[in-house]
Protein backbone atom coordinates (compact mmCIF):
# COMPACT_ATOMS: atom_id res chain seq x y z
CA UNK A 1 0.00 0.00 0.00
CA UNK A 2 3.39 1.83 1.06
CA UNK A 3 4.11 1.64 -2.72
CA UNK A 4 0.43 2.26 -4.24
CA UNK A 5 0.43 5.54 -2.38
CA UNK A 6 3.84 6.71 -3.45
CA UNK A 7 3.17 5.70 -6.87
CA UNK A 8 -0.33 7.25 -7.59
CA UNK A 9 -0.63 10.52 -5.26
CA UNK A 10 0.63 12.84 -7.81
CA UNK A 11 -2.41 11.82 -9.39
CA UNK A 12 -4.26 12.90 -6.82
CA UNK A 13 -4.63 9.29 -4.54
CA UNK A 14 -5.15 9.66 -0.74
CA UNK A 15 -4.33 6.48 1.16
CA UNK A 16 -5.43 6.64 4.63
CA UNK A 17 -5.05 3.79 6.33
CA UNK A 18 -7.69 2.67 9.41
CA UNK A 19 -6.49 0.47 12.05
CA UNK A 20 -9.08 -1.28 14.15
CA UNK A 21 -6.70 -1.85 17.33
CA UNK A 22 -7.50 -1.35 20.77
CA UNK A 23 -6.12 -0.83 24.32
CA UNK A 24 -4.32 1.83 26.46
CA UNK A 25 -1.43 1.89 24.10
CA UNK A 26 -3.14 1.97 20.69
CA UNK A 27 -1.54 5.23 19.44
CA UNK A 28 2.04 4.20 20.79
CA UNK A 29 1.62 0.81 19.17
CA UNK A 30 0.08 1.98 16.02
CA UNK A 31 2.80 4.81 15.38
CA UNK A 32 5.20 2.37 16.50
CA UNK A 33 4.49 -0.11 13.74
CA UNK A 34 3.64 2.81 11.06
CA UNK A 35 7.26 3.72 12.13
CA UNK A 36 8.85 0.33 12.05
CA UNK A 37 7.45 -0.52 8.33
CA UNK A 38 8.31 3.00 6.72
CA UNK A 39 4.48 4.04 6.43
CA UNK A 40 4.56 7.88 5.04
CA UNK A 41 0.47 7.67 4.44
CA UNK A 42 -1.98 8.40 7.28
CA UNK A 43 -3.74 6.45 9.86
CA UNK A 44 -6.33 6.81 11.70
CA UNK A 45 -7.97 5.11 14.75
CA UNK A 46 -11.01 3.63 14.61
CA UNK A 47 -13.49 4.28 17.37
CA UNK A 48 -16.39 2.49 15.42
CA UNK A 49 -17.26 5.85 13.76
CA UNK A 50 -15.24 5.03 10.55
CA UNK A 51 -16.49 1.43 10.52
CA UNK A 52 -19.86 2.59 10.70
CA UNK A 53 -19.44 5.22 8.01
CA UNK A 54 -18.51 2.66 5.62
CA UNK A 55 -20.42 -0.76 6.21
CA UNK A 56 -19.29 -2.64 9.35
CA UNK A 57 -15.39 -4.06 8.60
CA UNK A 58 -16.08 -7.65 9.47
CA UNK A 59 -12.51 -9.06 8.63
CA UNK A 60 -9.27 -7.49 8.47
CA UNK A 61 -8.21 -6.06 5.73
CA UNK A 62 -10.61 -4.75 4.11
CA UNK A 63 -10.04 -2.20 1.36
CA UNK A 64 -11.90 0.50 0.30
CA UNK A 65 -11.88 3.16 -2.81
CA UNK A 66 -13.47 5.95 -2.21
CA UNK A 67 -13.76 8.92 -4.75
CA UNK A 68 -13.60 12.45 -4.08
CA UNK A 69 -17.13 12.79 -3.22
CA UNK A 70 -16.88 10.33 -0.03
CA UNK A 71 -18.84 7.96 -2.70
CA UNK A 72 -17.15 4.10 -2.47
CA UNK A 73 -16.52 3.24 -5.83
CA UNK A 74 -14.87 -0.29 -4.82
CA UNK A 75 -14.53 -2.54 -1.70
CA UNK A 76 -12.89 -6.04 -0.89
CA UNK A 77 -11.85 -8.05 2.12
CA UNK A 78 -8.88 -10.04 1.98
CA UNK A 79 -5.47 -9.45 1.07
CA UNK A 80 -4.70 -8.02 -2.70
CA UNK A 81 -1.33 -8.09 -4.37
CA UNK A 82 0.27 -5.43 -5.46
CA UNK A 83 -1.12 -5.66 -9.09
CA UNK A 84 -4.52 -5.54 -7.61
CA UNK A 85 -3.73 -2.67 -6.68
CA UNK A 86 -2.33 -0.65 -9.11
CA UNK A 87 -4.82 -1.94 -11.71
CA UNK A 88 -7.71 -1.45 -9.40
CA UNK A 89 -6.49 2.50 -8.19
CA UNK A 90 -5.74 3.28 -11.93
CA UNK A 91 -9.22 1.97 -13.10
CA UNK A 92 -10.41 4.43 -10.27
CA UNK A 93 -8.37 7.40 -11.76
CA UNK A 94 -8.88 7.05 -15.17
Same mark, same amino acid.
Given at each position: ? &??? @?? $?? @?????????? +? &??? /?? +?????????? =??????? $??????? %?? @? %??? /???????????? %?? #? /???????????????? $???? =???? #?
Amino acid at each position: I &EAI @SK $QF @SPKGLVVVGV +S &EDR /GP +SVLKDVSSFA =KEHGLTY $QIVIDSI %NV @S %NAY /GYINAIPTSFIV %NK #D /GKIVDKWVGERGKAYF $QATV =KKCL #D
